[in-house]
């Protein structure tokens, strides 16, 4: 197995550059912040951005936790991929993930200045600085189950083929973790119900809420609205309430809507 290594410091937009990297060197295969990825989907790992405190990323991101370390291992075990990249913040930690996940120790060296403008790296570095925004080198469907905070909308990457000028797709995504060091932020378990709420109060075929319940569920909440309608295609309504309440509530607080129960109670007829 050949392996690549995509080093720059922190926040420079390795995760960004990485699908260029590996699109132009013909890799299928990424490890990024603790989680082993192959064409677009996540195969085996817990990304160091699901970590709740910052001490807890950097142990993921080179594979301290045994669990984690020997699920990839097994993973890599079973792909036997021809070529690998690595994404890290210098080569020690470079060292480290291959040490750990048993994969040798030679690795040609990519620096993060060698693939991206003096530009790029400066937004780069003011986008994680100002923001605390990280990206992840998949598609948004792929995290959706991952990941609670999820920037709704992925950002679409073309690339061309140097030799047949063909456009290749990518998709990446941009996410606030948890550890984020702008500090925790709290949303109000009332101001989610007022958003619920006002899905509910749009709708000509509710006619009353009698309750809006909100349960924490991993990496997201689940909801259960009870209530009162009129005469309608109420299979229909309820189906359409409950999309437009996930995507709302995902919208305003960037928080993963995992279930949405609608419990219709009472039918009014007059």
């Given at each position: 197995m050949k392996i690549y290594a995509l080093i720059g410091p922190s926040g420079t937009g390795k995760s960004y550059r990485a699908l260029m990297v590996a699109?132009?060197?013909?890799?299928?295969?990424i490890i990024d912040d603790g989680i082993l990825i192959h064409k677009a989907k996540i195969l085996a790992g817990t990304s160091a951005k699901r970590s709740r405190t910052?001490?807890?990323?950097?142990?993921?991101?080179i594979f301290e936790y045994e669990d984690q370390k020997n699920e990839v291992r097994l993973e890599l075990e079973k792909q036997k991929p021809e070529k690998l990249l690595i994404i890290g913040t210098s080569e020690n930690m470079i060292s480290k993930i291959m040490e750990r996940l048993g994969i040798g120790r030679d690795y040609e060296k990519i620096s993060i200045y060698d693939v991206a403008s003096e530009q790029e790296i400066y937004q780069a570095k003011s986008t994680r600085s100002l923001q605390g925004i990280h990206a992840v080198p998949l598609p948004t469907f792929e995290l959706k189950s991952h990941f609670s905070g999820i920037i709704k909308n992925p950002v679409k990457l073309f690339f061309k083929t140097k030799d047949t000028n063909e456009i290749k797709e990518f998709e990446k995504t941009l996410i606030r973790p948890t550890f984020s060091y702008l500090g925790k932020y709290f949303i109000s378990e009332r101001a989610i119900i007022q958003i619920i709420r006002h899905e509910l109060e749009k709708s000509k075929c509710?006619?009353?809420v009698y309750s809006i319940?909100?349960?924490?569920?991993?990496?997201?909440?689940?909801v259960e609205v009870t209530i009162g309608v009129s005469l309608c295609r109420m299979h229909v309504e309820a189906a359409r309430l409950q999309a437009e309440i996930a995507e709302s509530v995902e919208e305003m607080t960037l928080i993963n809507v995992k279930v949405v129960d609608i419990r219709i109670i009472r039918v009014f007829c007059g």
């Open positions: 699109y132009e060197n013909g890799i299928d295969y910052s001490m807890e990323a950097v142990k993921r991101a509710v006619q009353k319940e909100i349960q924490k569920a991993q990496d997201g909440i689940d």
